[in-house]
């Protein structure tokens, strides 16, 4: 069944009724809310905090400022005089410990200096344990909590592609209730992980189910909506996913104990079980699959709920047209040319087109999450800073929509991204002033959840329909490679701490540049062909390319011929937060292409 067919479907049964709205309001929200808690929580798990060499001999002293100062020697980091986290003077402390009060200055300024003997003492008046804590994941140690993330990243790409296999064979039902499985059991675990090993092997688990939990509701939601619906659904999922970074901001706050994390932010997804039976299997995948009886029953089941009654043939009629559309389809596309990776880079305008809108897309993966990563570490209190980087998303999810009308795709991902960039390279000149470097931070936080609502949609709007999914999957992928790469670069801030932000702030500013040499796509006609993806944007001029004004005799037709587009491949918006499920974004840009284009095209193999 084509895309558009069902649309037509939807016209008849309700395209956003009661039905729709119940699964919404009942299971996208909930659902998303909370997706955050396994992709953020680690940084929580793993937190460092202060610690110095453990004397043994002096741990009868209540004074830890005295033990300080009679057994650790001063430090300069990031511009700052401090106690050394790693080191200690060799001093027979045995003597020391009877006579403390009476050593003088000398005494330590003559005594070597060593690595620290017996462990270390850890200040425990922020976290009760973390994993850094409990299995001394400092020193020379200290990049097993950076690997840790970087593994988290590495699980969901592996996931990604074994997700999207379920997908096609199961349906989004099943899949989703099987990856919902696996996370509650590896998030559950990993609270009962007895060394390092074995909790980043349950990491790489639970990274491994991260983007099929976040992405099937949403998707199950858009595939169920009419295509005015769409951009609904995609605001309220995006302000539902930034309202669950918020939240997990709270409960890090209340719970201390790494362990009683790990347990808290897996329960919520153990509730997500009840849905297995209100929860309906797309219709659009059951038409596709041919299971015409089961997509007939959640048909009638919407028609009723929304209070549309149908004709009594109409159940009768719609399986024969399935049936005729599905042998034309066949024909259709047993002529059909395939179409591979390497048509993205045949032609010079088109691969220029790709290979920035693949490092774009790089830059916007890595910075957002690292800037999500780097909250915690900023100074200050960790967990109003990472509030704060969840609160500061919403308004652009209320101010984009209209900025991208009247400024155009192009220059407000170019604002948005200079903008954020220039904020996080301010740090550098005041990165001795606490509340200052935060407030550029979360400029630079707000730019990048702009640039990231707008870059999947501009890339949708370049690509040509033909390729479209090929270079939406493509970018994606290789932008999927920044959550692995950002927590590096995060762990070179531990000894100058603005240094990632000046990093983030130097591919943001690259990124918006870059930006200019892509055409403007509002009120454009969207490229069908690879000869029409050449020819788009081949007299773009790098400043002066202002949006294309509609006139009024074609801009009611232009707005609802990609009323789709502008709404339904922003998806990737969401799904790229953390990590981007590749075959979601393939099925929804499939199931809008027949909207946005009004052609044949060929059916989606969901």
Same mark, same amino acid.
């Given at each position: 069944?084509?895309?558009?067919?069902?649309?037509?479907?939807?016209?008849?049964?309700?395209?956003?009724?009661?039905?729709?709205?119940?699964?919404?309001?009942?299971?996208?929200?909930?659902?998303?809310?909370?997706?955050?808690?396994?992709?953020?929580?680690?940084?929580?798990?793993?937190?460092?905090?202060?610690?110095?060499?453990?004397?043994?001999?002096?741990?009868?002293?209540?004074?830890?400022?005295?033990?300080?100062?009679?057994?650790?020697?001063?430090?300069?980091?990031?511009?700052?005089?401090? $106690?050394?986290?790693?080191?200690?003077?060799?001093?027979?402390?045995?003597?020391?410990?009877?006579?403390?009060?009476?050593?003088?200055?000398? @005494?330590?300024?003559?005594?070597?200096?060593?690595?620290?003997?017996? %462990?270390?003492?850890?200040? #425990?008046?922020?976290?009760?344990?973390?994993?850094?804590?409990?299995?001394?994941?400092?020193?020379? #140690?200290?990049?097993?909590?950076? +690997?840790?993330?970087?593994? +988290?990243?590495?699980?969901?790409?592996?996931?990604?592609?074994?997700?999207?296999?379920?997908?096609?064979?199961?349906?989004?039902?099943?899949?989703?209730?099987?990856?919902?499985?696996?996370?509650?059991?590896?998030?559950?675990?990993?609270?009962?992980?007895?060394?390092? @090993?074995?909790?980043?092997?349950?990491?790489?688990?639970?990274?491994?189910?991260? !983007?099929?939990? =976040?992405?099937?509701?949403?998707?199950?939601?858009?595939?169920?909506?009419?295509?005015?619906?769409?951009?609904?659904?995609?605001?309220?999922?995006?302000?539902?996913?930034?309202? %669950?970074?918020?939240?997990?901001?709270?409960?890090?706050?209340?719970? #201390?104990?790494?362990?009683?994390?790990?347990?808290?932010?897996?329960?919520?997804?153990?509730?997500?079980?009840? $849905?297995?039976?209100? =929860?309906?299997?797309?219709?659009?995948?059951?038409?596709?699959?041919?299971?015409?009886?089961?997509?007939?029953?959640?048909?009638?089941?919407?028609?009723?709920?929304? %209070?549309?009654?149908?004709?009594?043939?109409?159940?009768?009629?719609?399986?024969?047209?399935?049936?005729?559309?599905?042998?034309?389809?066949?024909?259709?596309?047993?002529?059909?040319?395939?179409?591979?990776?390497?048509?993205?880079?045949?032609? !010079?305008?088109?691969?220029?087109?790709?290979?920035?809108?693949?490092?774009?897309?790089?830059?916007?993966?890595?910075?957002?999450?690292?800037?999500?990563?780097?909250?915690?570490?900023?100074?200050?209190?960790?967990?109003?800073?990472?509030?704060?980087?969840?609160?500061?998303?919403?308004?652009?999810?209320?101010?984009?929509?209209?900025?991208?009308?009247?400024?155009?795709?192009?220059?407000?991902?170019? =604002?948005? =991204?200079?903008?954020?960039?220039?904020?996080?390279?301010?740090?550098?000149?005041?990165?001795?002033?606490?509340?200052?470097?935060?407030?550029?931070?979360?400029?630079?936080? &707000?730019?990048?959840?702009?640039?990231?609502?707008?870059?999947?949609?501009?890339?949708?709007?370049?690509?040509?329909?033909?390729?479209?999914?090929?270079?939406?999957?493509?970018?994606?992928?290789?932008?999927?490679?920044?959550?692995?790469?950002?927590?590096?670069?995060?762990?070179? %801030?531990?000894?100058?701490?603005?240094?990632?932000?000046?990093?983030?702030?130097?591919?943001?500013?690259?990124?918006?540049?870059?930006?200019?040499?892509?055409?403007?796509?509002?009120?454009?006609?969207?490229?069908?062909?690879?000869?029409?993806?050449?020819?788009?944007?081949?007299?773009?001029?790098?400043?002066?390319?202002?949006?294309?004004?509609?006139?009024?005799?074609?801009?009611?037709?232009? #707005?609802?011929?990609?009323?789709?587009?502008?709404?339904?491949?922003?998806?990737?918006?969401?799904?790229?937060?953390? &990590?981007?499920?590749?075959?979601?974004?393939?099925?929804?840009?499939?199931?809008?292409?027949?909207?946005?284009?009004?052609?044949?095209?060929?059916?989606?193999?969901?």
């Amino acid at each position: 069944m084509a895309a558009m067919d069902f649309d037509a479907i939807l016209e008849d049964v309700g395209q956003f009724g009661r039905y729709q709205k119940m699964v919404i309001y009942l299971m996208l929200l909930p659902a998303v809310i909370p997706c955050g808690f396994h992709a953020y929580a680690q940084l929580f798990m793993g937190a460092s905090v202060d610690h110095w060499c453990r004397v043994p001999e002096l741990e009868l002293v209540d004074d830890q400022g005295i033990v300080k100062n009679l057994s650790i020697p001063m430090e300069l980091k990031n511009g700052v005089l401090e $106690y050394s986290q790693c080191k200690m003077y060799n001093l027979n402390y045995s003597d020391i410990a009877k006579n403390y009060q009476s050593l003088g200055d000398a @005494v330590r300024e003559s005594a070597d200096i060593v690595s620290c003997k017996h %462990g270390w003492t850890y200040d #425990r008046e922020i976290y009760k344990s973390t994993i850094v804590t409990e299995w001394d994941l400092v020193c020379d #140690r200290d990049f097993f909590p950076t +690997l840790g993330l970087v593994l +988290l990243a590495v699980g969901g790409i592996i996931g990604n592609y074994i997700f999207g296999y379920l997908q096609d064979t199961l349906g989004r039902k099943p899949s989703f209730f099987i990856y919902l499985f696996i996370e509650c059991i590896f998030g559950v675990a990993t609270a009962f992980a007895q060394n390092y @090993v074995i909790w980043a092997i349950y990491r790489v688990g639970v990274g491994f189910t991260v !983007p099929a939990i =976040m992405t099937t509701p949403y998707v199950l939601a858009i595939e169920l909506v009419g295509p005015r619906s769409r951009t609904l659904c995609t605001i309220l999922s995006n302000i539902a996913y930034s309202l %669950g970074l918020i939240l997990l901001a709270g409960v890090a706050y209340l719970i #201390r104990d790494w362990r009683h994390l790990a347990l808290t932010t897996t329960l919520p997804f153990i509730c997500f079980f009840l $849905y297995m039976w209100p =929860m309906p299997e797309s219709p659009r995948w059951l038409l596709a699959r041919g299971q015409f009886d089961e997509a007939e029953a959640i048909l009638k089941k919407m028609a009723r709920i929304n %209070g549309k009654p149908l004709p009594a043939n109409y159940m009768v009629s719609l399986h024969r047209k399935y049936q005729t559309d599905k042998e034309n389809q066949e024909i259709v596309k047993s002529k059909t040319r395939k179409y591979g990776i390497l048509d993205l880079f045949r032609t !010079p305008n088109l691969r220029k087109k790709t290979i920035i809108i693949t490092f774009i897309w790089f830059t916007n993966t890595s910075v957002y999450v690292g800037l999500s990563y780097y909250a915690p570490i900023l100074g200050g209190d960790e967990f109003l800073n990472f509030f704060l980087a969840g609160i500061v998303e919403l308004p652009t999810y209320l101010f984009l929509w209209p900025a991208m009308e009247r400024l155009g795709r192009r220059w407000t991902l170019c =604002m948005s =991204m200079v903008v954020g960039g220039v904020a996080c390279l301010t740090t550098f000149l005041v990165q001795h002033e606490a509340y200052i470097t935060l407030a550029l931070y979360c400029v630079g936080k &707000m730019g990048i959840s702009s640039s990231f609502v707008v870059l999947p949609l501009m890339a949708s709007e370049l690509y040509p329909t033909v390729v479209r999914g090929l270079g939406m999957s493509l970018s994606s992928v290789l932008g999927m490679l920044g959550p692995i790469f950002i927590p590096l670069v995060n762990y070179l %801030g531990s000894d100058i701490m603005v240094l990632p932000l000046i990093i983030m702030g130097a591919l943001l500013i690259a990124g918006g540049i870059a930006s200019l040499l892509l055409p403007e796509t509002l009120n454009q006609h969207l490229p069908q062909t690879l000869e029409d993806g050449e020819k788009m944007g081949l007299d773009t001029d790098f400043c002066c390319n202002p949006p294309v004004r509609d006139t009024l005799v074609n801009k009611g037709k232009k #707005r609802s011929e990609r009323r789709a587009c502008n709404s339904s491949n922003a998806c990737t918006a969401l799904c790229s937060c953390q &990590m981007v499920n590749v075959s979601l974004i393939d099925k929804v840009t499939a199931v809008v292409d027949k909207d946005c284009e009004k052609v044949e095209f060929i059916k989606t193999k969901c």
